[in-house]
């Protein structure tokens, strides 16, 4: 199929764009990597009627280091993640997962923020951003504001972003030291979407595990925090006894999706699995 007619626009500026999207209201859309924003218009399960291009803006882009935080432009490419030196040596989970993201097309392409936007529940960056306790700073013209990842994600493709606004800046607190991370994913194989995904973020401290932070995504209609897990875990010992019980609550409290990849059941269960897996190998 091919999209309806929209006409397109390639705004020079942050400032141009949201000028356009108050322009026009929602009947805009961002395009950044497309990798969310064209298959749905070829499959007209989106239609628009202007197209704001920003994928050429230099100012969302790039990653630094800026008062104890990881910033990342949101225009940042999924492969810009996975060969940041920078990110691999602060906060390794970022660029670990990001190389489950898709294919080499697909990183090279699509975009963090684009991603996050978008808020697929089977996508990667949701549950890795909330398990590194991420910030997302949001722009309009009446100017920017800051919502916690955990806080972002309010229902299936549905965020807590406001007409006219644009994510700009992802930020990532560094760890602190004796940190330890992982991204563990059961993944459907065609399309490399999480069936089950599982992020961990834990500090050892004095034997015990401590700031303990593990987000699941593909499990649920909203990727969320196991906080069942964090508080089994936390303070506890970090060892093979706490894994297996804290794993166990992997999916408390959250209403499990049954889809043609899974029904709840076994999302469940595999959610459980993976949550073992991810904790056992931060200990």
Not at 66 to 87: F, K, Q, R, Y
Not at 144 to 169: K, N, P, S
Not at 199 to 225: E, M, W
Request: aromatic share 6%; proline share 3%; with cysteine.
């Amino acid at each position: 199929m091919i999209p309806s007619s929209f006409s397109y626009t390639r705004a020079n500026s942050v400032a141009e764009a949201l000028q356009l999207l108050q322009q026009h209201g929602d009947e805009a859309k961002l395009l950044a990597g497309g990798q969310s924003l064209i298959p749905t218009l070829k499959l007209r399960l989106n239609e628009v009627d202007t197209i704001v291009d920003i994928s050429h803006l230099e100012e969302i882009k790039g990653i630094s280091e800026e008062g104890g935080n990881i910033v990342i432009g949101a225009g940042a490419t999924h492969a810009d993640v996975v060969h940041s030196e920078l990110i691999q040596s602060k906060v390794s989970l970022l660029s670990e997962g990001a190389e489950w993201i898709g294919d080499v097309q697909v990183r090279n392409a699509g975009t963090i923020g684009g991603s996050v936007v978008h808020a697929d529940p089977a996508a990667d960056w949701p549950g890795l951003l909330m398990a590194a306790d991420a910030t997302f700073v949001l722009q309009s013209t009446s100017g920017t504001r800051e919502v916690t990842a955990t806080d972002f994600f309010v229902a299936m493709y549905t965020t807590a972003i406001e007409e006219g606004e644009i994510l700009t800046q992802i930020k990532v607190p560094v760890p602190a030291a004796g940190t330890k991370s992982t991204y563990q994913k059961f993944m459907q194989p065609a399309s490399r979407f999480a069936i089950v995904g599982v992020a961990v973020q834990l500090t050892h401290f004095d034997g015990k595990c401590t700031n303990v932070r593990v987000a699941i995504n593909g499990v649920s209609a909203v990727p969320y925090r196991a906080t069942a897990v964090e508080q089994a875990m936390e303070g506890q010992a970090c060892d093979a006894n706490s894994v297996a019980a804290a794993a166990a609550k992997a999916a408390e409290g959250v209403t499990v999706m049954s889809d043609h990849f899974a029904d709840s059941s076994y999302r469940s269960q595999m959610a459980q699995v993976y949550t073992k897996r991810a904790l056992a190998a931060t200990i």
